[in-house]
């Protein structure tokens, strides 16, 4: 039943809408203000019967209650979407893009977000200083921050999950490598100095590159997309804004002697090394599903590698095995008998290395392990390949360039658009076009001269005798 409450010249309709899970009463309220020239009998029948439409839209689930700040939606959205449907490492990128939005619309209210909020958000994001880095004094000062860790009596993983950010961030920051801001004053908070006893802050100021405003925009849009379907918003106010054009960037990879020299450089270094280059170069794996990857997953008589989990590490969590990117991620990848030999040799070596350790090996199953057999953390192998390839003649890649790297040329070699996109575990073979357009390029220009030198060999011939 509704209830009607005169205030001033208006009057305040409140409806019941039920109880909410903590045993609240749920209240809907509309204002009603009389047209100027009515009657105080049209005045009553006219609100009784606004009432009486209201109560019917409250029953009906048809009223928005938008009334809510966007800081708190993003909160409900996280708990009660986000950790539900995604990935926890998405939901840590996405709490890291949501602390941004919160930044500049975060005090809206949710029902009087505008299309001129979002114009604005984005502006502020492509301003410069928004994406600073700051880099370690090591070089500088001789200060050495892996041992200040541990001179504070903690552990690499110990003293990330304590500063609560990631054991990568710690060890790009032990290596002199820029990380945030707020990382680096994570730190120093820890460690208890000041962020210029450890860090220097470059004058250069860096701005968010398109394609990083472009991933703002779909966490918002998904958020505000959500709000709709639960009936809090008419409309998603980003589909009226035009997100920033994406401007085009290459991926880093290796060419075809490079990429054997890479496998001659790898020889000199450990087993364990040689299997995660030899993996990478020739499955096209990411890095987690390499470190997922367990010796059930080969098949050593057929030689193919069965990719069905990945490895990963959050802080306050540790390493866990998750499901892979996307159920087209689960793939069998045929690889050279080579490879299968390598692996071979590594696994008697981890059978040795188990019967050293007796009781204290970990049989976690995996053939990336540390140690004692347990999972290794993929941190590791993304630190070591860094310093690999700094110690060598190759230019400056990360280990994601050799997925990029098996990917471009099997592109170059005319392997099938729709064969790379299965191997690699695209969803579909238009995601492969897109990211690896340059291969394509190259491979049509290839495929142009290839068709001009079959069919014009005798015009060639003819153009020298004339000459002669």
């Not at 809510?68 to 959205?77: A, P, S, V």
């Not at 990411?286 to 367990?294: K, M, Q, S, T």
């Amino acid at each position: 039943m509704a209830t009607i409450e005169k205030r001033g010249q208006s009057y305040r309709i409140s409806v019941s809408d039920g109880y909410d899970m903590n045993g609240h009463q749920i209240r809907h309220t509309m204002t009603w203000t009389p047209p100027i020239g009515m009657t105080a009998k049209q005045i009553e029948k006219e609100v009784n019967r606004q009432a009486v439409l209201f109560e019917e839209q409250v029953q009906l689930g048809q009223i928005l209650d938008g009334n809510i700040r966007f800081c708190d939606f993003c909160e409900q959205w996280l708990r009660d979407y986000a950790e539900v449907q995604l990935r926890p490492t998405t939901i840590r990128s996405y709490r890291q893009i949501i602390d941004r939005l919160n930044q500049s619309i975060g005090h809206i209210r949710l029902d009087k977000l505008r299309p001129k909020h979002i114009i604005s958000l984005y502006q502020s994001l492509s301003e410069e200083g928004v994406a600073q880095r700051a880099i370690s004094l090591s070089k500088n000062k001789h200060i050495d921050l892996k041992q200040m860790v541990r001179s504070n009596g903690f552990t690499m993983e110990s003293f990330a999950k304590s500063s609560n950010i990631s054991i990568r961030t710690l060890c790009e920051a032990c290596n002199n490598r820029p990380v945030s801001i707020q990382s680096a004053e994570k730190i120093c908070h820890t460690l208890d100095k000041t962020l210029a006893e450890i860090f220097i802050i470059p004058n250069v100021k860096q701005k968010l590159d398109s394609s990083t405003i472009r991933k703002h925009h779909a966490v918002l849009s998904s958020i505000l997309s959500t709000a709709v379907k639960w009936q809090l918003i008419p409309y998603n106010p980003c589909e009226r804004v035009q997100p920033p054009k994406l401007s085009h960037k290459d991926v880093l990879f290796l060419d075809e002697k490079q990429a054997s020299h890479l496998l001659d450089l790898v020889q000199s270094d450990t087993l364990q090394h040689q299997v995660i280059v030899v993996l990478a170069l020739y499955t096209g794996m990411r890095r987690g599903e390499i470190c997922g990857l367990e010796w059930k997953d080969i098949n050593f008589k057929h030689a193919i590698i069965n990719v069905s989990r990945s490895s990963l590490y959050l802080p306050g969590k540790g390493i866990f095995t998750d499901e892979t990117k996307n159920t087209s991620s689960i793939r069998p990848i045929k690889v050279p008998d080579h490879v299968i030999q390598l692996l071979k040799k590594y696994r008697l070596q981890q059978k040795e290395q188990r019967l050293k350790l007796g009781d204290r090996w970990q049989n976690s199953g995996r053939i990336l392990v540390q140690w004692n057999g347990a999972p290794i953390h993929p941190s590791t192998i993304t630190n070591w390949f860094h310093t690999f390839i700094l110690n060598s003649d190759l230019p400056d890649i990360h280990l994601h360039s050799i997925r990029h790297t098996n990917i471009t040329l099997q592109i170059a070699g005319g392997i099938p658009l729709t064969t790379v996109a299965a191997r690699a575990g695209h969803a579909n073979s238009s995601t492969t076009s897109k990211i690896y357009a340059h291969a394509i390029q190259s491979s049509e220009e290839a495929a142009s001269q290839y068709l001009d030198n079959i069919l014009r060999p005798k015009t060639a011939t003819h153009g020298k005798k004339n000459m002669s």
